[in-house]
C-alpha cells in the first residue's frame, strides 16, 4: 500500500514519486538532478505548453492546443495559492477606494475604459515604450502587437497592462497618479476569480498579464524581496513541453519569465526555477534572436549550479564532471555565435570608465552580458584549481562597459541583474563610482529600484575583498 508523501515534500519529489528530505527553497533530490524543486507550501512548477507554430499575427492571436489533463495542481487550490503568492495590498484598496471617480471606468470593458484620456494615454505609453523591454529577444515584437490587441478582449490583461504602464508614467513623470495602484488591485482581484476555472484559450492572456503584474510589482520597491507575481505566474501553465525552438506567444512569455528568474537569481545570488528544457541545434531557419535566447537557457543553468545547495556526500569528481559539461555548452555557443553579435566599434564614449564596446542590437548586449556572467560563474567555481581572478574582472568589466556604451533602455532593464552580480567584483574606485552613477542614469528613464542594488554593493565593497 503506497504511503502518503510527507507533508514538507516538494511538489517534484512527489510526482517522480521519489522521497523528498522537504529542504528548502530546493531540495537535494532536485539538486543533484537539476529539476525545478517546487516546494511543497509555496511552489508551483512553471511548465510551458507548447502551441501549434503560428507564421502570423492571426495564427499568433489564436492559442489553440488543447490543456493537458494531468494539471501539477488541482483547479480548486489555485485561487488559495495564487492569494498567498499575490495578496491585495492594503495601500491598493486605499487608493481604488478614495479614487472613486475612476471605479466605473476599472469595471467597463477595455474598449469603454480607453474613452478615458489618462486610460488611453497609458495604453498607448506601453506600446511606445514599455513594450520593447519584453520584445528585447523577440523578433516578432509580440509583447508590442499581440498583447495589446489581446488586452482589446481581455479584462485581466488589459488591467495588468494599464497598471504597469500607468505606474511606470507616474514614476518617470508625475502623470496618472494613482491609475496604475487602482488597476492594480482590479487586476488581481479579477485574476484570483478565473484561477479556479481557467479557460485554456486565454491561458497565453494570464500568463501575459502575470509578466506584466511582476514589472509592476518591481517597480513599487526592491524587486529582490517582492517575487509574489513571479511565484503565481506559474499556476497557468500545465506539464506539457514546449518547443523552445519554434517562436509564438507562449515561447515569448516563457523567455519572458526565464529572464526574470535570471534577474532576482543575480541579484539574490540564488537558483533559478526553470520549468523547461532546451536541445537545440543552431539550424538556417533560426531567429536572429535565438542566440541571445539560448544563452539566456545556458546561463540559468550554469546559476542553479552555482548557487546549488551542496547535497551531503555528494562526490568531487560529480561536481567536476558537471562543471566541465557546462564549460563545454558556453564555449560551444560562444564558437557557433554569428559574428553580427561582436562589437562594430570600440572607439572609447566619452566619460565611460569601463570598456567602450558598440553593438548593434539590443538582443546582442543581452547576450554577450548574459555570457559574461555565465564566465564569471564558472571561473568562480572552477574545481581543483585557484580562481582565475583576472577573468573574473575582465568580463565584470565588460558587463558594465556594455551597458554604459549602449543606451537602448530594454538592453538597460535586462542589464539590472547582470550589473548588480558582477559590480561586486570591481576593485577600483573609478569603476565602483562610474557604475553608482550609472546605475542611477538607467533608473531614470525605467524607474527601476536602483537604491537597494547600489546599497547591497556598497555593503559587500565595504566589508568583503574580491571573493
Known amino acids: 500500500m503506497p504511503r502518503n508523501a510527507p507533508a514538507n515534500s516538494c511538489v517534484t519529489c512527489r510526482q517522480r514519486k521519489v522521497k523528498c528530505d522537504g529542504l528548502q527553497p530546493v531540495c537535494h533530490n532536485c539538486t543533484k538532478s537539476g529539476r525545478a524543486c517546487i ?139 494613482g491609475v496604475g495602484v487602482a488597476f492594480h488591485a482590479a487586476c488581481v482581484r479579477d485574476l484570483l476569480q478565473v484561477t479556479d476555472h481557467l479557460d485554456a484559450s486565454f491561458r497565453g492572456d494570464y500568463l501575459a498579464a502575470t509578466c506584466l503584474l511582476r514589472s509592476y510589482e518591481i517597480l513599487i520597491g526592491d524587486s529582490r524581496s517582492e517575487q509574489r507575481h513571479l511565484l503565481g505566474a506559474y499556476l497557468f501553465s500545465t506539464d506539457e513541453a514546449i518547443n523552445m525552438n519554434e517562436r509564438g506567444f507562449a515561447q515569448c512569455g516563457a523567455w519572458n519569465y526565464l529572464r526574470e528568474e535570471i534577474t532576482v537569481a543575480l541579484e539574490c545570488r540564488r537558483p533559478t526555477r526553470i520549468g523547461f528544457s532546451l536541445e537545440h541545434e543552431p539550424a538556417e531557419h533560426d531567429s536572429e534572436t535565438m542566440p541571445a535566447n539560448k544563452i539566456s537557457y545556458i546561463l540559468a543553468t550554469i546559476i542553479n549550479y552555482c548557487f546549488r545547495q551542496t547535497p551531503p556526500g555528494e562526490m568531487p569528481s560529480k561536481n567536476q564532471l558537471s562543471w566541465q559539461s557546462l564549460r563545454t555548452e558556453l564555449t560551444t555557443w560562444r564558437e557557433q555565435l554569428p559574428p553580427v553579435f561582436d562589437p562594430f566599434s570600440t572607439s572609447n564614449k566619452p566619460g565611460n570608465p569601463f570598456a567602450s564596446l558598440w553593438l548593434l542590437q539590443p538582443w546582442h548586449v543581452a547576450a554577450q552580458q548574459y555570457y559574461s556572467v555565465a564566465e564569471i560563474l564558472l571561473a568562480t567555481q572552477k574545481p581543483g584549481l585557484g580562481i582565475d581572478r583576472d577573468v573574473i574582472l575582465y568580463h565584470a568589466l565588460r558587463v558594465c562597459g556594455l551597458a554604459y556604451t549602449n543606451e537602448n533602455v530594454a538592453a538597460r532593464v535586462n542589464a539590472f541583474g547582470p550589473l548588480s552580480f558582477c559590480g561586486r567584483f570591481l576593485t577600483e574606485t573609478s569603476h565602483r563610482r562610474g557604475l553608482r552613477s550609472l546605475l542611477v542614469e538607467m533608473s531614470l528613464p525605467t524607474a527601476w529600484p536602483v537604491q537597494p542594488i547600489i546599497a547591497d554593493l556598497e555593503d559587500y565593497w565595504a566589508s568583503s575583498s574580491l571573493i
Open 39 to 177: 516546494g511543497g507550501s509555496y511552489g508551483i512548477k512553471f511548465v510551458m505548453h507548447t502551441p501549434t507554430p503560428a507564421s502570423d499575427s492571426a495564427g499568433l492571436l489564436a492559442e489553440t492546443s488543447p490543456v493537458s489533463s494531468k494539471s501539477i495542481i488541482p483547479n480548486t487550490t489555485r485561487s488559495s495559492l495564487l492569494k498567498s503568492f499575490i495578496p491585495l495590498n492594503s495601500d491598493d484598496r486605499f487608493v481604488t477606494s478614495q479614487n472613486s471617480w475612476s471605479d466605473d471606468i476599472i469595471a467597463s470593458s477595455p474598449r469603454t475604459a480607453l474613452r478615458s484620456l489618462p486610460i488611453a494615454t497609458a495604453f498607448r505609453h506601453y506600446i511606445d515604450f514599455l513594450a520593447p523591454w519584453y520584445d528585447l529577444c523577440d523578433g516578432d515584437g509580440i509583447f508590442g502587437k499581440i498583447v495589446p490587441a489581446r488586452a482589446l478582449e481581455n479584462s485581466v490583461l488589459f488591467k495588468a497592462l494599464v497598471a504597469f504602464s500607468a505606474y511606470h508614467k507616474y514614476r518617470t513623470s508625475g502623470e496618472l497618479e
